[in-house]
């Protein structure tokens, strides 16, 4: 372990009445939200002002995310409900509620523009924020949608057996692009200029497709176990991507002969199961089933272990601009750790 970066220390703590599902940082840092199993969604400002958006149903939330502009907050899971929060006015937030009557299970908004796609079973469906209408809906051919990810042009990827399609939203018919895997693709992540997309598989292989080449995907093995998520990191030199994988993770880093150097990161004792990368630091994060939260430089140093936390870490999220580091799990606590001035 080294000492390059300062240590983060608790500065906050509260508690849901389940599992924590999700956390978001709005885009500009002032505020974030955190969803539970129990169907909770709360949002923290002014750094401890906690706003109740929505009380305990029973109903789990599979997911909440920021719109890119910070004026909208969407959350959906169990109850068939897509729930959309407008901003706008922050003393007043409107709420926009959605039935879509089947369970939500993914949700991510576009890079640009208020336009949100969420998934239930194989379907996928676009929705316009602004006018609340749904704008196309697609049928992923083979199983169910297990991952999506925007492309920061518009694209849309999706995750599930046999592989990954793209669809761009100017011609709904067809998906123009489809990536063939072996099994089924449970996690994808575009990098953060868009060139490469990222597919984690379920038999321990990772592809990734050079969008400049996409015929000519790379299949990387060398992961542990089961591809649980993948994150790219951001302030690189060259494109880097950690891996989520069984107890261990993977740093995967492109080298000088277009080839994928793999080092195998060994921080935790029990399932990762949670990782997010800072927005615009090269540093990252990564939450066990062991209670443990590891913060990590972008060369793979172990920079910190935070105090093991009850029972596991389910959810992590940075600050856009400070180091802040918000933590969730299992047991529903939530903490605030932060860099002391």
Excluded at 9 to 16: C, S, Y
Excluded at 141 to 159: E, N, T
Aim: proline share 5%; net charge negative; aromatic share 10%.
């Amino acid at each position: 372990m080294t000492n390059a970066i300062a240590q983060l220390q608790l500065a906050w703590q509260g508690q849901l009445n389940d599992f924590v599902t999700g956390l978001a940082y709005s885009p500009n840092g002032d505020a974030w939200a955190a969803s539970s199993a129990a169907g909770e969604v709360i949002l923290v400002t002014g750094g401890d002002r906690l706003v109740v958006l929505q009380a305990a149903n029973g109903q789990s939330i599979a997911g909440i995310a920021f719109s890119a502009d910070g004026r909208w907050l969407a959350a959906g899971g169990q109850a068939g409900r897509l729930l959309i929060w407008n901003f706008e006015d922050a003393h007043s937030p409107q709420s926009i509620d959605i039935g879509v009557e089947q369970w939500i299970e993914h949700l991510v908004w576009h890079p640009t523009k208020p336009q949100l796609a969420i998934s239930y079973g194989s379907q996928v469906q676009i929705w316009d924020a602004l006018t609340s209408t749904e704008l196309v809906t697609w049928k992923f051919p083979k199983s169910s949608v297990f991952d999506l990810a925007w492309h920061p042009g518009g694209a849309v990827a999706v995750a599930g057996s046999k592989g990954v399609e793209i669809w761009s939203p100017q011609d709904p018919t067809v998906a123009n692009y489809h990536l063939e895997v072996d099994t089924a693709t449970i996690g994808i992540a575009w990098s953060r200029d868009g060139r490469y997309l990222a597919a984690g598989n379920l038999d321990r292989t990772l592809t990734i497709v050079d969008w400049h080449h996409p015929d000519d995907p790379w299949t990387l093995q060398g992961c542990p176990g089961k591809v649980r998520q993948l994150i790219w990191l951001a302030g690189t030199t060259t494109p880097c991507l950690a891996v989520a994988s069984g107890t261990a993770i993977v740093l995967w880093n492109l080298n000088s002969e277009a080839m994928w150097d793999g080092q195998l990161l060994e921080g935790h004792q029990d399932i990762v199961a949670a990782l997010t990368a800072h927005p615009y630091i090269p540093i990252w994060a990564s939450g066990g089933a062991d209670g443990y939260t590891c913060q990590w430089s972008a060369q793979g140093d172990l920079e910190q272990i935070l105090p093991q936390s009850l029972s596991k870490i389910t959810a992590l999220a940075w600050h856009p601009q400070h180091l802040y580091l918000v933590t969730g799990s299992e047991t529903g606590a939530i903490q605030l750790w932060v860099i002391p001035a």
